[in-house]
């Protein structure tokens, strides 16, 4: 069964303390890897996608990067304005309708 | 580019009433939509998947009759909850993706959110 963990639940972090979160996945064909922000009572923005194992790809702070098994969002010198929660989804191979598999977010708080 | 519009933001109404909700796609055609629920402090919940053109493939356990879903053009698609109940009060997201402009077409793009509270 395709599956998404995303660990930790939540993180507190100090302004400018670096940190990982964790996205692993089993999915049958990796389609794609998607990283979203979603702030409280909005819809979930679009960082990034990932498509194959090595890739990386960076914005501002963030930086993302993906093995077979998991991929890592890397927030370096975090800001409180990064405080959100941050949501993992997976796209399987065989999956030609484009449905997401979502992982249940990491609480992302930042205090200065 | 890539930006999704969802209208209202957010609505009360009386319980047995029906809400209808729409996602637009602003800067770029959508061929596909998706409607999810969330719940406070839980991740999204898909509902349905829509075409345009096409009936919606609903996931298990969501009913047809009561959460009706219109896909009638490339930047318009409606949800309809028919006959709300308490229990229907949520956030409803809608999501699209497509081409034109920006967007990459495996990426799925997502509305504001429709809060909803039935009485």
């Known amino acids: 069964e395709d599956q998404v963990t995303q660990s930790p639940e939540a993180l507190r972090l100090q302004e400018g303390e670096s940190s990982s979160l964790n996205c692993s996945y089993t999915?049958?064909?990796?389609?794609?890897l998607f990283w979203y922000r979603q702030d409280p009572g909005k819809g979930p923005e679009f960082l990034f996608t990932?498509?194959?194992a090595g890739e990386e790809k960076e914005k501002e702070r963030l930086k993302a990067t993906l093995t077979k098994k998991e991929s890592f969002l890397h927030i370096t010198a975090p800001k409180p304005e990064d405080s959100a929660t941050y949501l993992c989804?997976?796209?399987?191979?065989?999956?030609?309708?484009?449905?997401?598999?979502f992982g249940q977010g990491t609480e992302l708080s930042v205090k200065p | 580019g890539a930006v999704v519009s969802q209208h209202p933001s957010w609505v009360i109404c009386k319980s047995g009433t029906s809400v209808k909700i729409e996602c637009r796609s602003l800067?770029?055609?959508?061929?596909?939509m998706f409607w999810y629920r969330q719940f406070p402090k839980q991740s999204l919940m898909l509902m349905a998947t829509?075409?345009?053109?096409?009936?919606?493939?609903?996931e298990q356990g969501v009913e047809k009759d009561k959460f009706l879903i219109n896909h009638a053009s490339l930047t318009l698609s409606t949800l309809t909850v028919t006959s709300a109940h308490p229990e229907d009060s949520s956030f409803y997201i809608c999501?699209?993706?497509?081409?034109?402009?920006?967007?990459?077409?495996?990426?799925?793009?997502f509305g504001p959110g429709t809060r909803l509270l039935v009485l």
């Open positions: 999501s699209a993706r497509g081409m034109g402009g920006s967007v990459s077409q495996e990426t799925q793009y």
């Open positions: 999915v049958s064909g990796l389609r794609g």
């Open positions: 990932l498509y194959s």
């Open positions: 989804a997976v796209q399987a191979g065989d999956n030609q309708g484009g449905k997401l598999i």
């Open positions: 800067d770029f055609q959508a061929t596909t």
């Open positions: 829509s075409n345009e053109g096409s009936k919606a493939t609903y």
